[in-house]
DNA sequence: CGGCATCCGTCATGATACTG
DNA sequence: CAGTATCATGACGGATGCCG
């Protein structure tokens, strides 16, 4: 194949997947690819400081290397982009980079943009398997489709209506839950989380995140 | 912590981890590094086209972040450049961008550096364990001390004087052994491969890497 | 010669505007 | 909404110089 930028020109397989996804931006494209199609201005939402240009330059190569494919949505709202089955390879890279990333994951900086997607993404990294529930979780209004399976948590964005469970949230209710260990029950005192549904579906829910990867 | 470059901005782990690994050559360099402490001339010859004054400033960089640091050479000729504990961390993240770059890995384009090191890296990343074996292995002049281990495969830059077996080839017959499934006893019968200790010992060395990751 | 620093040209990226 | 066009800037590649 005929690289089009500039590649290291190495045999190695580190080299090989660089002078595919080792450009700014790729992987966090990649990254917001994990939680289903996605469409051009919503990576335009997700990625602050990319700028229109560099993203059709991008979707265009990912697009020539395979990586990812235009998609028809089913609501039949346009085309959008989604990974191949090459590109949904790279979920292990994600995850490992976000892995190492995480530590430095203190409480976001003045100029951070926070967003729930990477949230979900580090939530399907962590999750052990073991619960079977169907979970529609909205933060700030953006919706997630959080599918609990048996050993693997399925994540999309996007809304359902079919759904064991319901949870309203902030950003801020998110991460008190998820990234500072706050206790599920607390929020919904504070009114930082709304719940629609069974008591026992949100322990269920609760539980599967207890003991995590 | 103040980060020198542009960064992304996002709370999120993934862009956290590229903030620091994510420009051009660093990951390459920490491959490098995967294989011992590393010297300045030792990173220079093994990135072709990587500048000299990018990569004082990638080491610099490197170490402000604490990813390595700088160490002194067992021999005592001089300095040298190593991983530190948050550094040596990145090996799953090299091994899953390898482990999918390797896809594209036929054969070497006719402008590709070829270098036993990111062969090296395959092995350690492919070895399933079982073993216990100390072998020197010079590929094309290159030392390299492979320590097989129960679950662990240990790979040095360096040359030792204690080694079960010690085997000498050329790149191309390392190729044909690792990449095409060659056998060591063919490579040997064709004057490739160079053996020096027990045929008992190169028997397990090569059973060893029968069964792989 | 190993270990850098400096200078300069080029290209990738960022910013903004424009178009179907 | 989904891009394209244009321009400015900074990152990077290449050459060279400095210093122990």
Chains 1, 2 share one sequence.
Not at 50 to 72: C, F, M, P, Y
Not at 146 to 162: A, C, N, P, S
Not at 169 to 195: P, Q, V
Not at 208 to 213: K, P, V
Request: with cysteine.
């Amino acid at each position: 194949m005929e690289r089009s930028g500039r590649c290291y020109h190495q045999f190695c397989g580190l080299a090989r997947a660089l002078d595919r996804v080792g450009e700014r931006w790729t992987l966090l494209m990649v990254r917001e690819l994990l939680l289903g199609p996605r469409r051009y201005k919503d990576f335009m939402a997700a990625l602050p400081g990319l700028t229109s240009n560099l993203l059709a330059k991008r979707l265009k190569q990912l697009e020539a290397d395979g990586i990812l494919e235009r998609v028809a949505l089913e609501d039949g709202s346009g085309e959008a982009y989604a990974l191949s089955e090459l590109g949904a390879a790279l979920e292990p890279v994600v995850m490992e980079l976000g892995r190492w990333g995480s530590q430095f994951l203190t409480a976001p900086g003045p100029d951070d943009h926070v967003d729930p997607g990477p949230a979900m993404v580090s939530m399907k990294r962590r999750y052990k398997g073991g619960a079977a529930l169907r979970v529609q979780l909205e933060v700030d209004g953006r919706p997630f489709v959080l599918g609990l399976e048996e050993d693997y948590l399925r994540v999309e964005g996007r809304r359902t209506d079919v759904a064991d469970l319901r949870l309203r949230t902030s950003f801020a209710g998110l991460r008190k839950w998820w990234f500072m260990g706050a206790r599920a029950r607390d929020l919904i005192a504070a009114g930082e989380l709304e719940l629609e549904g069974e008591r026992r579906d949100l322990r269920s829910f609760v539980r599967a995140f207890e003991r995590l990867a």
